[in-house]
């Protein structure tokens, strides 16, 4: 009796593979036909400067970004148990990107060398950070094929992080983005396809920035979770049982992140003097992130807990040094000074009976206070600060100072009263946060606990900031945040403290 269910030597091929099926197939397996096309046309670009070419490339680009945020889709509901198809997607990604991100940083050399006649100093930065970028997209696909590997080989089964699918996710759009950059050809042919392409070609640097630096922040915080998930087994194969060596490298990783925090701080001053303060905010978030990522990181590769014939550990020490210089110049002085450049610079005319330098040497001063004292509490409360945090009070200060640039761009008649709520919460932020009796929970571990109240956060914040009330919804948010004490009192010291979900006795 034949089998109906199985195909046989005479089952025609449409019936054994559907349409959808190869339609999956396709995906997966001509992007990197697509992405080579795209560098033959970059290659002729770059020789005789022809735009119907740069415009053939584009396209090439963009379809192969379309078939990357589909072929998963398609796979995972046609064929949901190819085993071959998780191999030959990550093979596929890794040939993408190592022929993708190295054009992309030959064409952003070209367009400052050829392209451009005189190009600035704020491009000529945007040209190196490119460089480094594809640096960092190679290098992290060849770290993250190293720690995969040997999870597989110690019994563990690799997943995928939200960063890593973030990370994914976000790679062909900014590569497609970079590319139709680096690579324009003005005064091109007057078709559609390319009057739609142009636009990418002539995208404004702040806004490339922007992009370039998230881009960036997500690659690394790829890396961070790889860390965070393998790096304890595998630095204990390394280090042959020298706990202290392990931990001098383990604490290299965290340090970074304290680094990158700092760095946020800095970036969002210097998008703050080109006038985006949205961008500020942004990068401030972006802080935010890396201080929650390296204590959690420090947490999780067990650089917290003492060795046990060590001594007891001092509680000021390198890392906790490094950690609060990076929470001072992000937290406590990059949005005094920020204030300083929005009003002072920007609202003179409106304010100058008061006296904004003072108001943010004030904010500076007592958010710095608050990391002593943290740093210094005989008794702190697991899961809860004593006072209101300083990443919450920098995003507090500057959500209002992001409505108040909105409304000058408009020339609204608000502009006045936003620049003095924006004052006033600035010294009633520095006044709350040193009001100890007050606890607040940590909203990081928080969301640990919760991944779906992250997920949403994230959401929330993803589609506001295409909308022109982003600085409303910010302190909608922060104004809850500063309230959760009223509501957060009841929860017990040990469950606050905890950042996984607890499961559930069976």
Known sequence: MINLHKPTGNTPMNDRFPLPARLAAVFVYSRPALVFGGMLCALAVMWNRDPVVYTVGVSLLIISMIFDLVDGWFAARFRPNAPLAPLADRLMDKLVYSIIFPVIAVGMMWRL???????????????????????????????????????????VEPENSEYNRMRTIVAAPVSALLYAYAFYIPEGPESWIYFRISYLGNVSLRILLFVEILFFIINLGSIAGYCRKYGTACLDELCFGDQALRRRILAVFPNALTVMNALMGLLAVFFAYQGGIRESYLMMIGAATFDKLDGALARRLGLTDPLPDALPKKKINLGSIMDDLADAISFCIVPAWIFYIVLGRYGAEHFDSLPIGWIAVFYAFMGMCRLVYFTLDKTPIPGFFKGLPTPAAAMLVLSPLVIFDHALALSSQRIAFWGFFATGIMVFTGLIMNFYPVRYIHLGRTMSRHPWFGRANLLLLTVSIFTPVFGQICLGYMVLYLLSPLFTWRIHPDDAARENRCKQPV
């Open 113 to 155: 060398l050829v392209s451009e006649t005189d190009p600035s100093h704020g491009e000529l930065l945007n040209g190196i950070f490119v460089l480094l970028l594809c640096v960092t997209v190679l290098v992290r696909d060849s770290f993250a094929a190293f720690m995969r590997g040997f999870a597989i080989r110690q019994g």
